[in-house]
């Protein structure tokens, strides 16, 4: 196994992901296939190779700040669970 | 209007001209056929039939004020990708299974501007994440050419139903072959433009890099049609390229005399099934015969094309999928003692086991100690494997090869070991690496199961991959046969 049981957890824990301890158990060897896959990458010559972040060459288009859309809020917040006054609710931030 | 299902575009548009039927009887037979076949396919998520009986009345009206659009009266389907206003949107996945999306995707507007009829939102892996159909929330799809296999995913439920003759085109999205190899599975017609073709606004974001959205059909001809209405510059998509789109019906009419085709020896190795091969040799064989030559090219990095992808596509799905917080849209779970229970419990409760584990490997290659060795090196070597494309496409017009490595294989067959599953894309994949368009066409049957011919051409050349499909097409008549049951 290329991941250790407190990988997995570490890694589940910055994806902010519950998993129960039979997901845990699975994801372990699951991952651990994927991360060995992947691995193959490193027999590769990229010496001097520029990384590729765009599949196009072409420059971030950029546009005017300027106020086009209508206000739709309460439709929106439709879709939410709990809204109070305009305001999207979670459970208590601030003691 | 019997025998209307098995239509094409063009020949339903024909149809719907000259008077012979209307809008509205069109869109309620195939709406009564759905009801009566679906069950056996569970292609669907959702079957829009008030909205689609409005807005065949709607192109009706606008036919009768000699208004009609491009499309006017024709039904598509649009897989559940695509945000559709006032529709429920799910993209497969029990997060996205109370979302009534409050806007229209860039695609949905086009193409209801154009006086498209949706009849219904298609069934699809979670979150696009798939190969096989069998990750959805919903219930994995059936094959129309046998009930107990796979139509291929992601874009399982347009496929299959389009091979079913639910309707003649539905919309799909590929990140890594998820309309191509769901169309050579099911003997249709699938085609991925080149990356920023058309717009992804509204298009629930999987991998952003990679994803484009496309459309699958059974004539190369209704391919064009549609893709010409999908595609062009949307300023609300910040990738979306500002170039001119092409009449793609008119081109396809052309001869393909003397354009040269691309063969890639990796392509027809051992990890191909031998039929398959076969049949895919023989549609080279009649490209051949149309006045294309046939050439040898290399793609020496190609191989490295599927764990490249394995590390880009999570990558970016870790970071797009982290809007998914139970606090604005979507599963939320219940009673949380915290944000951060919150959060954990609302992702760990609504997203699938496949969804979760592309999340975690790409939370694992972004985090501190192992972007050098992984993301990094796989936007390096992404960038050798595009450069090969490019150095192939200086000598050849298309590279045509097989779209799948098999012919469908049985629902429950893979889905326990990913790397197999992954491997399905293996031809597909570096198509979405480089950001070139794909195609995948009807060319044969192994065993009663259909088996798909791919091309691949240069940035913004769909036309070119849409002549020779037509073309290819013009002289074979795999793309009008009919799964049995669904006559």
């Not at chain 2, 149809?15 to 009887?25: H, K, N, P, Q």
């Not at chain 2, 939320?332 to 760990?348: H, I, K, P, V």
Request: with cysteine; proline share 4%; glycine share 10%.
């Amino acid at each position: 196994m290329s991941l250790s049981k407190d990988q997995v957890q570490h890694i589940a824990k910055l994806a902010r992901l519950e998993l129960s301890d039979d997901e845990y158990a699975e994801s372990v060897m699951k991952l651990s296939k994927i991360v060995d896959f992947v691995d193959h990458l490193s027999e590769a010559d990229t010496d001097g190779v520029v990384p590729m972040a765009h599949p196009l060459d072409v420059a971030q288009r950029l546009r005017s700040d300027r106020v086009d859309e209508a206000d739709e809020r309460d439709y929106y917040q439709e879709n939410a669970s709990s809204v109070s006054g305009g305001l999207y609710l979670v459970p208590k931030v601030i003691e | 209007m019997m025998d209307s299902y098995s239509k094409s575009m063009t020949e339903l548009l024909a149809g719907l001209e000259s008077g012979d039927f209307s809008s509205v009887e069109l869109t309620e037979s195939l709406l009564g056929r759905i009801a009566t076949l679906d069950e056996k396919l569970n292609a669907f998520v959702t079957v829009t039939a008030d909205e689609a009986m409005a807005a065949a009345q709607a192109a009706d009206d606008a036919r009768a004020a000699g208004n009609p659009g491009v499309l006017n009266g024709l039904p598509i389907l649009h897989k559940d990708i695509f945000c559709t206003r006032g529709v429920k949107t799910t993209c497969g996945s029990k997060m996205l299974d109370n979302f009534i999306s409050p806007y229209d995707a860039t695609v949905v507007e086009k193409l209801a501007g154009a006086g498209a009829v949706v009849l219904g939102k298609t069934n699809m892996d979670e979150f696009a994440m798939g190969s096989s159909n069998e990750t959805s929330y919903f219930g994995p799809v059936s094959n129309p050419w046998d009930l107990t296999r796979t139509p291929g995913g992601s874009s399982g439920g347009s496929a299959a139903a389009v091979a079913a003759r639910f309707a003649p085109a539905a919309t799909g999205t590929d990140t890594g072959g998820s309309i191509r190899q769901p169309a050579a599975l099911t003997g249709t017609v699938g085609i991925k433009p080149t990356y920023g073709r058309v717009s992804r606004y509204g298009m629930i974001a999987f991998a952003s890099s990679l994803d484009q959205a496309g459309v699958i059909t059974r004539t190369a001809e209704d391919a064009a049609r549609v893709l010409g209405v999908m595609a062009g510059f949307d300023e609300r998509d910040s990738t979306s390229v500002d170039h001119p789109v092409p009449d793609y019906v008119a081109g396809i009419n052309e001869s393909v005399k003397g354009l040269k085709v691309g063969i890639v020896r990796q392509h027809f190795d051992a990890g191909l099934d031998a039929e398959c091969g076969n049949r895919v040799k023989d549609a080279i064989a009649v490209i051949e015969s149309l006045g294309a030559e046939a050439v040898e090219v290399d793609l020496p990095n190609i191989d490295y094309s599927v764990p490249t992808y394995y590390v880009v596509a999570p990558a970016e799905c870790s970071s797009n999928l982290s809007r998914f917080d139970g606090v604005r849209f979507g599963h939320r779970a219940e009673n949380a003692d915290d944000l951060m229970d919150l959060y954990c419990r609302s992702r760990g409760e609504g997203f699938g086991d496949e969804v979760k584990r592309r999340i975690m490997t790409g939370t694992y290659v972004l985090s501190a100690g192992y972007y050098d060795a992984y993301y990094l090196k796989a936007q390096q070597v992404r960038h050798l494997i595009a450069d090969d494309f490019k150095k192939a496409f200086a000598d050849v017009d298309v590279i045509a090869g097989p779209t799948a490595p098999t012919p469908a294989f049985r629902l429950g067959e893979k889905v326990d070991d990913p790397i197999t599953m992954y491997l399905n894309d293996i031809y597909t994949i570096g198509a979405n690496l480089a950001g070139l368009p794909g195609m995948s066409v009807p060319c044969g049957f192994v065993d009663g199961l259909p088996v798909g011919l791919h091309l691949v051409g240069h940035h913004f050349e769909e036309q070119t991959l849409l002549r020779f499909a037509h073309q290819y097409q013009q002289v074979t008549d795999w793309h009008t046969t009919c799964p049995e049951g669904f006559e």
